[in-house]
């Protein structure tokens, strides 16, 4: 299924859905590559199989093979970091915030794109799964790499967009079985 038929498949109740989504597919703040990536990897982490197959046929196509092996790879890092930097922050025991993660993460150092697109899915993954600790760092080391308020506020609406159609796919798959 393709992206738009996607779309159109949403119910009327998620109209303004349907419509953010298409604004978004033309946000101009991004770059081409990092709103592909974006859409990418908020598709992977918000674990909608009929999405994600939509979305990656869209912008997959968008992306260079190693851009789009790199947001696939920051879904699934902030998969796993986003779980255990969030434990760190919650549980208000401050030894586990000391403590080595003991967790391997080298692809947030060498992602095979540009680090400041790597930091900006991650930023967005980081929304979608609700790490604080997460999304601060990631927050800051792009607004460091250049990144202003706008382009930040863009990747999360991206995010936060995406997820909703996650949220109304699995609803209406689970109201019609």
Not at 11 to 21: E, G, Q, R, T, V
Not at 99 to 112: D, E, F, H, Q, S
Request: glycine share 4%.
């Amino acid at each position: 299924m393709s992206l738009e038929d996607l779309r159109a498949s949403l119910p009327d109740y998620a109209k303004d859905l349907k419509l953010n989504l298409s604004s978004l597919a033309n946000e101009q703040v991004l770059s081409a590559q990092q709103l592909a990536g974006t859409f990418v990897a908020c598709a992977i982490a918000s674990r909608n199989a009929a999405l994600t197959s939509a979305v990656v046929a869209e912008y997959g196509a968008k992306l260079s093979p190693e851009a789009l092996n790199a947001a696939k790879a920051a879904a699934a890092i902030m998969g796993m970091n986003n779980i255990y930097y969030r434990f760190t922050h919650l549980v208000e025991v401050p030894d586990y915030k000391t403590l080595p993660a003991k967790l391997r993460m080298t692809v947030i150092g060498r992602p095979g794109v540009e680090k400041v697109d790597f930091e900006l899915w991650s930023l967005a993954v980081s929304a979608i799964n609700g790490c604080g600790m997460c999304l601060e760092s990631h927050e800051h080391v792009v607004r460091e790499a250049g990144l202003n308020t706008e382009q930040v506020q863009a990747a999360v609406r991206v995010a936060s967009v995406v997820h909703a159609v996650a949220v109304v796919l699995d609803a209406e798959a689970a109201l019609s079985a």
